[in-house]
């Protein structure tokens, strides 16, 4: 059978080729290389793109180019595939002369086909975080400066604004606490990096949690099972006591954190421990809310949830107090 040639007035194809930063160079999907090797043409507007050197390994010729839109239409004539690698600006003249080309409905548009190459794995918008943050930690005189001393309240003032975004329910602001606290966790570990003595980095934190995760999720990752809420809670506080080799149920519970919770905390403690223990013994206003504590926890109720949720209703209470008795306009 002969092969037919294609009019000259064919108007072939482009494909935008994207890659992500954040995966390997090299690292691309199986349409990727095929395309890559299919083409009649393929071309870069960055001569030192990091796929570059891959492709080049790969027999892949690419030219240096940054062709406008007519250049590139043109090039696709009779019926020819152009393959154009996106640079990390996405290549937005270029795009936009394509589509005003194509909706002026004057010229005989080649097929457009965007191929993304690499994909972002969940979690990699993480990645950019620490990149930015140690660009901060070394250029901002402020942030050059801190210590993890020194940043400490805001860890504390932004896990109370997370909490209030919870109990709100307000979405949007969720998103931004959540982002908030994992902003204190990156700043502390960059500083940690500058440690003379014991410096560790992100890595070794999120590495230490991710064991520490495996090893307490035995039904998740290995051969034990658990049917109930409690059944993971009581084999996550065994393999605690077991790693830890506390003498007593009481180590490990901060003694700075919120008086209601700490109350709580140590009640839920001897409740799931087992053990009998009575109250002590006293006067004041201390102990009565103490008993109080330990009812809550007892009943499934967050003692220190419920008294921010009747304050907030006590600060709705004194608005409206100050909206009636303040003077009409």
């Known amino acids: 059978m002969n092969e037919t040639t294609p009019p000259a007035d064919a108007p072939g194809r482009v494909i935008l080729l994207t890659t992500s930063h954040r995966v390997a160079p090299g690292l691309l999907s199986w349409p990727a290389w095929q395309a890559l090797h299919e083409a009649d043409e393929v071309l870069c507007a960055d001569a030192t793109h990091p796929q570059l050197p891959y492709l080049h390994e790969a027999g892949v010729t690419v030219d240096h180019a940054s062709p406008t839109a007519q250049d590139l239409v043109a090039a696709c004539a009779g019926d020819r595939t152009v393959l154009v690698i996106a640079t990390a600006e996405g290549d937005r003249a270029l795009t936009d ?7 002026s409905g004057r010229v005989s548009m080649p ?15 993480l990645l950019d975080l620490v990149q930015v943050m140690d660009q901060i930690r070394g250029e901002c005189p402020w942030s ?6 020194g940043l400490a309240k805001y ?8 909490v209030e975004a919870i109990e709100e329910g307000d979405r949007e602001e969720l998103r931004e606490e959540l982002g908030d606290v994992l902003l204190q966790v990156v700043f502390h570990a960059r500083i940690a990096e500058d440690d003379e003595d014991s410096p560790f980095s992100v890595d070794d934190v999120a590495g230490g949690i991710v064991e520490k995760l495996i090893h307490r999720h035995p039904h998740v990752f290995g051969d034990d099972s658990a049917d109930t809420p409690e059944d993971v809670k009581a084999h996550w506080l065994r393999t605690k006591a077991e790693e830890k080799q506390r003498s007593s149920l009481t180590e490990g519970i901060p003694l700075g954190q919120p008086s209601l919770a700490l109350a ?11 053990l009998e223990v009575s109250l002590p013994s006293g006067e004041g206003v201390g102990y009565e809310l103490l008993a109080l504590a330990l009812r809550a926890e007892a009943a499934g ?15 709705d209470a004194v608005r ?10």
């Open 97 to 103: 002369g394509l589509a005003r080309l194509a909706g």
């Open 155 to 162: 860890a504390i003032e932004e896990a109370y604004e997370l």
């Open 111 to 125: 097929d457009l086909e965007l191929l993304p190459a690499s994909y972002d794995l969940p979690g990699a918008r």
């Open 320 to 329: 409206a107090a100050e909206a009636v008795g303040s003077p009409s306009d």
């Open 301 to 315: 109720v967050d003692p220190e949830a419920a008294l921010r949720g009747a304050a907030r209703a006590y600060r």
């Open 264 to 274: 709580a905390k140590l009640a839920s403690r001897v409740r799931t421990a087992g």
């Open 144 to 149: 050059s400066q801190q210590t993890h001393k």
